[in-house]
């Protein structure tokens, strides 16, 4: 539940640093937009200082500037050093859009990032465990994004963030779903997803935001490889620095049998990792580990296919667990394919453990009460 509070608002805030308009200055943020989603923070950040400066009303440079910030901290820096550089920059931004806000009450994108600004807080909150700030926080700034969303209907891409919220919403009945409730939100999956994808396929500016947080779900929430495979394809293509938009088109491909292309790609991710920063190297390498066994794995490897989901396992250091709950079930699943059933049943139990709400969990739980059989 943890992650996908946190995943929620962040992709809430990257997905908002990039929605756009017709702000002066747009062309320079959309420069530093494609940095830092090609993990080529630094840049973006210097591109976005001489910005603010360059255009003091565009809210789009002051929001960005955070994200950008934020992501080449998490790339670089230890999580709590990154809860502090998100914090400070938060504090200095904050201010700027409700003056804009005030300043312009007409245009809704104030209101939009400023809404958007103050939801971004509940990261900080939430991962030092407020659980009160994080509430409040993340419910200030949505009522902010809705209230443009619902006054605003021809942005398209302001559907996102309702559609994130409305689909993870639904995968938690109880306080989630009745905090949802309060805030006017249909706790709906499938209207949730609809949302998104419409904001893949149609929205100028949310797209790429939409496409991850579509492919992710479509891959690791709905089991169906297929519709991910499209947006990872795209991204892939339009961010090849960025890694972990070809992990999630690596998996695609495997799961899809495109064996030669697969291959490929794997090996591109290969050479590729060691010019990621330590932490990152550290991210991914398991997730690398987890892609290579589970294809050796379709290929009846089963003995390097274990080794290799072993070795992701003790190394795993990402925030991501819904990679981490696949690398248990493929462990269980290899062990019950070798017949030993007792060790496969620790793995299962150690996925379900995880609580993510991806399909691994139903797998699990599935293999758990009756061993898998390929």
Not at 147 to 168: H, K, S
Request: charged share 20%; glycine share 6%; proline share 3%.
């Amino acid at each position: 539940m943890n992650f996908i509070l946190n995943r929620t608002a962040v992709s809430l805030g990257l997905y908002l640093s990039i929605l756009s308009a017709t702000q002066p200055g747009d062309t320079l943020v959309w420069k530093a937009v494609n940095a830092f989603y090609n993990y080529e923070t630094a840049e973006a950040i210097t591109i976005l200082d001489s910005a603010r400066i360059e255009y003091p009303e565009n809210p789009i440079a002051h929001f960005t500037w955070v994200a950008a910030r934020m992501l080449h901290s998490e790339a670089n820096n230890s999580t709590e050093n990154t809860y502090s550089i998100l914090s400070n920059s938060l504090d200095t931004v904050i201010p700027i859009l409700k003056v804009l806000k005030n300043k312009y009450p007409q245009d809704p994108e104030y209101g939009l990032y400023l809404g958007c600004a103050i939801g971004l807080r509940a990261r900080v909150s939430l991962g030092r465990k407020q659980w009160l700030s994080t509430l409040v926080n993340a419910y200030k700034g949505f009522r902010l994004i809705q209230g443009v969303a619902r006054n605003n209907p021809e942005l398209i891409d302001a559907q996102l963030p309702i559609g994130i919220v409305e689909y993870y919403a639904s995968l938690k009945p109880g306080l989630i779903q009745l905090g949802a409730k309060l805030m006017g939100i249909d706790a709906n999956r499938k209207g949730g997803l609809a949302k998104i994808e419409k904001a893949a396929a149609q929205g100028e500016f949310s797209w790429i935001e939409a496409k991850k947080i579509g492919a992710f779900i479509t891959l690791w929430m709905e089991d169906d490889p297929q519709s991910a495979l499209v947006h990872s394809r795209d991204l892939r293509e339009k961010f090849p620095k960025n890694y972990f938009y070809g992990i999630l088109f690596l998996e695609c491909l495997i799961r899809m049998e495109k064996d030669e292309e697969a291959q490929a790609l794997l090996s591109e991710l290969e050479e590729e990792l060691p010019f990621l920063t330590s932490i990152q190297q550290d991210w991914y390498w398991s997730y690398l580990k987890y892609e290579l066994a589970l294809l050796q794995f379709l290929h009846g490897k089963d003995d390097t296919s274990l080794k290799n989901v072993e070795e992701a396992l003790n190394n795993y250091h990402a925030e991501l667990d819904v990679i981490l709950g696949n690398a248990w079930l493929l462990k269980g699943m290899i062990h019950d394919r070798k017949g030993n059933r007792e060790e496969a049943k620790q793995a299962y139990q150690a996925c379900l453990s995880l609580d993510n709400n991806s399909t691994a969990i139903t797998k699990a739980k599935k293999y758990l009460n009756s061993p898998f059989i390929d």
